[in-house]
């Protein structure tokens, strides 16, 4: 893991605003985020259900579901071209050739009429003038290079006849045919079993190292996060809350949100069990009705006045750290673990 | 639920496609040749004539297989233009941008409000005459608009399926995204409108002919040798009767094989949900095979 700092931009993400029209005017799901990918940088974006990070993913390649719309005002600017401006020919020539993605259920995201191989030899003739023969060589040399045993004959069969990892697997492959410079991940691991997310963690670790692509990886989990990522951007409810390089995360959390998350992930190693896994009480509000104030503060133990009226702003903490909470000012007003616990 | 069978309306249609084919092998006599004005005229079914002769002496029979290539092969003709035109309206409907598209399905929703026969017999009436490739044209261009819609319909429930997103975020252009990624999940409904189609159209040709405004005599197509007879049903049954016995054969083949490819990939209804969940989950890349 490398410091980030010092390297260059690749993705620069700025007041990333999403909205859909909803029962009373437009409704937020993606409300200014921003951060940054250095090239050849592991990032994860963290969240759980709902925080927007599938739609700020889908936004990066300019793919937002019909009603949904990127407002105006913020940019995304990939390897210094702001992606919203470009007219849609050029995005195209971005998409899959530059920035790929991966998406979360292989089984879906695989066209169930089309081989695997014809999928994959479609990206390769999509971006670049080749031959059939040739595309077909690119599309076996890109399964043969995700592990997949006896790529020519795998190539003519259909997703339904690939396992569940075999799929993701077949699903990296695509993504990497073209050896684009950011891959997008979406919870690649979510509908696959655990022994196969370790797998496939692995192997998008490891291709990482030999392309020096970049990877935002989106995930809920927790444990992938601490095993891939250089650096952590956390989501709730549509804004960034936290971001932080792992392990300064891992051992300060500064959000309570992200402590909460924390805590909620299971560990093996008996000093740091806790008697029971904890929750963090409720769920995301909906973005239509988003408390005032921080909008974290109905399910945080900390919570006081000040966090009723005022909406924090993304105070830094260090120099890679930055966390959305007003305790980073009034670090006095925490309250004591225990009662956290009890909380829980 | 239960399998109708493909297997007879296939037998069906395959057998009249070789006679069709193979008309001048098959057919006796020249179709248009008066054999013998004085002794052949008006002559009732006989070993001979099996199909009976006209009142110009012509042998039914041979006119009738004649008649057969006509037919079909417009009907055929008519449904493949009505397959690429409603195709290709269908999926610009789907995913043209909202303005255009919008413009596209009131058009559509105009075009269908006009009955097609009206417009037929308005052209044949006006234009007189008509040759058989304006004929085709003219039927095709009036009846593209189900297909259009079923098309459309399917491909807008394909178009929030998540590969329909995986294939976007590859990069590949809307065309391709349709034509290649696309089509085939809608290929089997697609055989099964364009099997009931033939059917149809071969309807309207002879409906269109034995108005006097389709296909033009001499050349014989069913409507047309109906059209012949028509006066004189009662004395010479068989000028009728053996044509219209004809027609029926590709019309119910047709309707049963496009019911059992309906039934067999869009179980609820034509063009619904179901089918394209169906058709989908199914894999298959080329049409439907027949399995007789």
Same mark, same amino acid.
């Given at each position: 893991?490398?410091?980030?700092?010092?390297?260059?931009?690749?993705?620069?993400?700025?007041?990333?605003?999403?909205?859909?029209?909803?029962?009373?005017?437009?409704?937020?799901?993606?409300?200014?985020?921003?951060?940054?990918?250095?090239?050849?940088?592991?990032?994860?974006?963290?969240?759980?259900?709902?925080?927007?990070?599938?739609?700020?993913?889908?936004?990066?390649?300019?793919?937002?579901?019909?009603?949904?719309?990127?407002?105006?005002?913020?940019?995304?600017?990939?390897?210094?071209?702001?992606?919203?401006?470009?007219?849609?020919?050029?995005?195209?020539?971005?998409?899959?050739?530059?920035?790929?993605?991966?998406?979360?259920?292989?089984?879906?995201?695989?066209?169930?009429?089309?081989?695997?191989?014809?999928?994959?030899?479609?990206?390769?003739?999509?971006?670049? =003038?080749?031959?059939? %023969? $040739?595309?077909?060589? /690119?599309?076996?040399?890109?399964?043969?290079? +995700?592990?997949?045993? #006896? *790529?020519?004959?795998?190539?003519?069969?259909?997703?339904?006849?690939?396992?569940?990892?075999?799929?993701?697997?077949?699903?990296?492959?695509?993504?990497?045919?073209?050896?684009?410079?950011?891959?997008?991940?979406?919870?690649?691991?979510?509908?696959?079993?655990?022994?196969?997310?370790?797998?496939?963690?692995?192997?998008?670790?490891?291709?990482?190292?030999?392309?020096?692509?970049?990877?935002?990886?989106?995930?809920?989990?927790?444990?992938?996060?601490?095993?891939?990522?250089?650096?952590?951007?956390?989501?709730?409810?549509?804004?960034?809350?936290?971001?932080?390089?792992?392990?300064?995360?891992?051992?300060?959390?500064?959000?309570?949100?992200?402590?909460?998350?924390?805590?909620?992930?299971? =560990?093996?190693?008996? %000093? $740091?069990?806790?008697? /029971?896994?904890?929750?963090?009480?409720?769920? +995301?509000?909906?973005? #239509? *009705?988003?408390?005032?104030?921080?909008?974290?503060?109905?399910?945080?133990?900390?919570?006081?006045?000040?966090?009723?009226?005022?909406?924090?702003?993304?105070?830094?903490?260090?120099?890679?750290?930055?966390?959305?909470?007003?305790?980073?000012?009034?670090?006095?007003?925490?309250?004591?673990?225990?009662?956290?616990?009890?909380?829980? | 639920?239960?399998?109708?069978?493909?297997?007879?309306?296939?037998?069906?249609?395959?057998?009249?496609?070789?006679?069709?084919?193979?008309?001048?092998?098959?057919?006796?006599?020249?179709?248009?040749?008066?054999?013998?004005?004085?002794?052949?005229?008006?002559?009732?079914?006989?070993?001979?004539?099996?199909?009976?002769?006209?009142?110009?002496?012509?042998?039914?029979?041979?006119?009738?297989?004649?008649?057969?290539?006509?037919?079909?092969?417009?009907?055929?003709?008519?449904?493949?233009?009505?397959?690429?035109?409603?195709?290709?309206?269908?999926?610009?409907?789907?995913?043209?941008?909202?303005?255009?598209?919008?413009?596209?399905?009131?058009?559509?929703?105009?075009?269908?409000?006009?009955?097609?026969?009206?417009?037929?017999?308005?052209?044949?009436?006006?234009?007189?005459?008509?040759?058989?490739?304006?004929?085709?044209?003219?039927?095709?261009?009036?009846?593209?608009?189900?297909?259009?819609?079923?098309?459309?319909?399917?491909?807008?429930?394909?178009?929030?399926?998540?590969?329909?997103?995986?294939?976007?975020?590859?990069?590949?252009?809307?065309?391709?995204?349709?034509?290649?990624?696309?089509?085939?999940?809608?290929?089997?409904?697609?055989?099964?409108?364009?099997?009931?189609?033939?059917?149809?159209?071969?309807?309207?040709?002879?409906?269109?002919?034995?108005?006097?405004?389709?296909?033009?005599?001499?050349?014989?197509?069913?409507?047309?040798?109906?059209?012949?007879?028509?006066?004189?049903?009662?004395?010479?049954?068989?000028?009728?009767?053996?044509?219209?016995?004809?027609?029926?054969?590709?019309?119910?083949?047709?309707?049963?094989?496009?019911?059992?490819?309906?039934?067999?990939?869009?179980?609820?209804?034509?063009?619904?949900?179901?089918?394209?969940?169906?058709?989908?989950?199914?894999?298959?890349?080329?049409?439907?095979?027949?399995?007789?």
């Amino acid at each position: 893991m490398t410091s980030p700092l010092p390297q260059q931009t690749l993705l620069d993400v700025h007041a990333l605003q999403v909205t859909f029209p909803g029962r009373a005017g437009m409704v937020r799901a993606v409300d200014g985020v921003s951060f940054t990918v250095a090239a050849g940088e592991t990032v994860c974006l963290v969240g759980e259900s709902g925080c927007g990070k599938s739609l700020t993913a889908m936004s990066l390649l300019r793919l937002v579901p019909a009603p949904g719309r990127i407002e105006r005002g913020g940019h995304i600017r990939f390897d210094g071209q702001d992606l919203l401006s470009l007219d849609e020919p050029s995005l195209r020539s971005i998409r899959g050739r530059e920035m790929a993605m991966i998406f979360q259920e292989p089984s879906t995201a695989l066209n169930p009429v089309l081989t695997i191989g014809d999928q994959i030899a479609e990206v390769v003739r999509v971006h670049t =003038r080749c031959s059939r %023969a $040739e595309a077909w060589q /690119r599309t076996e040399a890109a399964l043969a290079q +995700v592990g997949i045993a #006896d *790529a020519p004959r795998r190539a003519r069969q259909y997703p339904h006849e690939l396992s569940g990892g075999m799929r993701q697997r077949v699903m990296i492959a695509m993504a990497l045919v073209l050896s684009p410079r950011l891959v997008i991940a979406d919870e690649p691991t979510t509908a696959l079993d655990v022994t196969i997310q370790a797998q496939i963690l692995e192997l998008l670790r490891d291709l990482r190292e030999r392309t020096g692509m970049a990877l935002l990886l989106i995930t809920h989990d927790l444990g992938v996060v601490a095993e891939m990522a250089a650096r952590v951007i956390v989501m709730y409810a549509g804004r960034v809350v936290e971001e932080a390089p792992v392990e300064a995360l891992f051992a300060s959390p500064r959000m309570p949100y992200t402590e909460g998350l924390l805590k909620a992930m299971p =560990r093996l190693d008996p %000093a $740091e069990r806790l008697e /029971r896994l904890s929750t963090i009480a409720g769920t +995301v509000p909906s973005p #239509d *009705a988003l408390p005032s104030g921080c909008t974290f503060r109905d399910r945080c133990p900390h919570a006081w006045e000040r966090c009723a009226q005022e909406e924090p702003a993304l105070h830094q903490v260090s120099a890679a750290h930055r966390a959305r909470c007003h305790l980073v000012q009034e670090p006095e007003r925490r309250v004591p673990t225990t009662a956290t616990g009890a909380h829980a | 639920m239960t399998r109708r069978p493909l297997a007879w309306g296939v037998w069906l249609l395959l057998g009249l496609a070789a006679a069709a084919a193979f008309a001048p092998l098959v057919a006796p006599y020249d179709p248009n040749a008066s054999l013998d004005l004085v002794r052949l005229k008006s002559q009732p079914p006989s070993w001979a004539h099996p199909f009976g002769t006209d009142p110009y002496s012509r042998d039914v029979l041979s006119r009738v297989l004649y008649g057969t290539r006509v037919s079909v092969s417009f009907a055929l003709l008519t449904v493949c233009l009505v397959v690429v035109i409603g195709t290709t309206y269908g999926a610009l409907m789907a995913f043209a941008p909202p303005l255009l598209s919008t413009v596209l399905r009131r058009m559509l929703d105009l075009l269908l409000a006009v009955p097609r026969l009206l417009i037929l017999l308005a052209v044949a009436g006006v234009a007189g005459p008509l040759s058989l490739p304006v004929l085709v044209l003219l039927t095709a261009s009036t009846g593209w608009y189900a297909c259009a819609r079923l098309v459309n319909d399917e491909l807008a429930a394909l178009r929030s399926r998540e590969f329909t997103q995986a294939a976007q975020a590859t990069g590949v252009p809307v065309a391709r995204l349709v034509y290649r990624h696309l089509l085939p999940h809608v290929a089997p409904t697609l055989w099964a409108l364009a099997t009931l189609a033939v059917a149809g159209t071969i309807g309207l040709e002879a409906g269109l002919s034995f108005l006097g405004l389709g296909i033009q005599p001499p050349t014989a197509s069913w409507g047309n040798i109906i059209h012949d007879g028509a006066g004189l049903v009662h004395t010479q049954w068989w000028l009728t009767v053996f044509p219209s016995l004809a027609m029926l054969i590709p019309v119910l083949a047709c309707n049963a094989v496009g019911d059992a490819l309906r039934d067999r990939f869009a179980p609820t209804h034509f063009g619904g949900a179901a089918a394209s969940t169906r058709s989908s989950s199914a894999p298959m890349r080329s049409p439907p095979v027949f399995r007789p």
